[in-house]
């Protein structure tokens, strides 16, 4: 029985399939899995004192940082930022999903603090580092830095990144300085 002609094109688009699959997975090997994510915001000289403020004072985080889909919660922490400040990340709809973030350490030139967007994810270490220029304006840059272990689908992840984490950083900046 000779196979129809309708089988040998379905034969020829599954091998040409298989092989892009194939030629995916083999330069996924070799491309990095590590990720930074790099966000800028400039805030005017008349504004100093607000940023000051939003930042280092534990309860505007809730009005300033973007959760999509959810919002930030204070969970542990005092009068001022300070390391161990804790917030809890609740996700609209979502009762069993829920995230944290952790403050790390503060100073007048830099925040660090890790994001856990869930509880099966690892944290991931953020910097937003303050910078006063000569004429006034605070310059603030949020940076994101980490490697992706997720197999042979890290590389390809680690591209997404930028996009995913970068819409959400310039939302929470943009929120910072207005």
Known sequence: MQPTQALVSLRYVTRIAAVIILMA???????????????RALAPSAQYDLVQERLYNPEAWKDWVYIESGSLVLQEGGETLQPGNRYLIQYDGEVTKQGSIVINSVSMNEITFTVQPNQKTQPIPNTLQIEVAANGQTNLQWVIEGELDAGFLSPY?????????GGNIESSLSNLVR
């Open 25 to 39: 997975v083999a330069v996924g090997f070799f491309l990095p899995s590590d990720y930074r994510i790099e966000r």
């Open 157 to 165: 992840l680690a591209f997404l990144a930028n996009r995913i984490a």
